[in-house]
């Protein structure tokens, strides 16, 4: 196989493994959210809400605990247990953050909760995980590139199952 390819899928195979907490905080929060929203049901002053109804404590909550708890396994196989730690985290609690600011945003675009705001929904969370995990390792620019971009198909995909087995309306 040609050197190239196996650089990419390397890099592939690794760009995935350094998201899982983001990937599966993002979708624990979706399968296990539902209830108080983060924003208390608040309008700002544009008389609109500030996150929505599908940004709520219970999803952010869990979402954070499950990407903790992935970075936390992962710090176990590598042998770096506290950046693993600190890496789910900030991964996990990242994404959920920047998933709530993507909900800010299209709410003051006028965006109804449940509306498809195209690559903003798929890279919200993946931006706010980003921003987080920066904190504790620096990530190569070429490694962002490549994690934005295939995140948007990641995300597509997984939003494409969630909808297919019930958990979300839509398909987007």
């Known amino acids: 196989m040609d050197s ?20 599966l905080a993002n979708v624990t929060a979706l399968a296990f959210g539902g209830g108080k929203p983060l924003d208390f049901n608040h309008n700002l002053n544009d008389g609109r809400r500030i996150l929505g ?15 903790t708890t992935i970075g936390l396994v992962q710090g176990l196989i590598t042998g770096n247990i506290i950046e693993g730690f600190l890496l789910g985290l900030t991964l996990g609690g990242g994404a959920l953050i920047g998933d709530a600011c993507g909900s800010f945003i299209k709410r003051r675009l006028n965006v109804e909760s449940g509306r498809s705001a195209p690559i903003l929904d798929q890279l919200d969370f993946v931006v706010g995980a980003l921003v987080f995990a920066s904190l504790i390792v620096v990530i ?5 590139m490549f994690i934005l971009v295939i995140s948007v198909f990641l995300h597509i995909g997984a939003n494409i199952i969630a909808y297919l087995l019930g958990l979300k309306k839509v398909w987007y």
């Open 4 to 23: 190239s390819v196996v650089s990419v899928i390397n890099l592939s195979a690794y760009a995935i493994y350094f998201m899982l907490p983001a990937y």
């Open 53 to 67: 109804n599908g940004v709520t404590w219970r999803g952010t909550i869990i979402g954070t605990i499950i990407g």
């Open 140 to 144: 190569p620019i070429e490694m962002i």
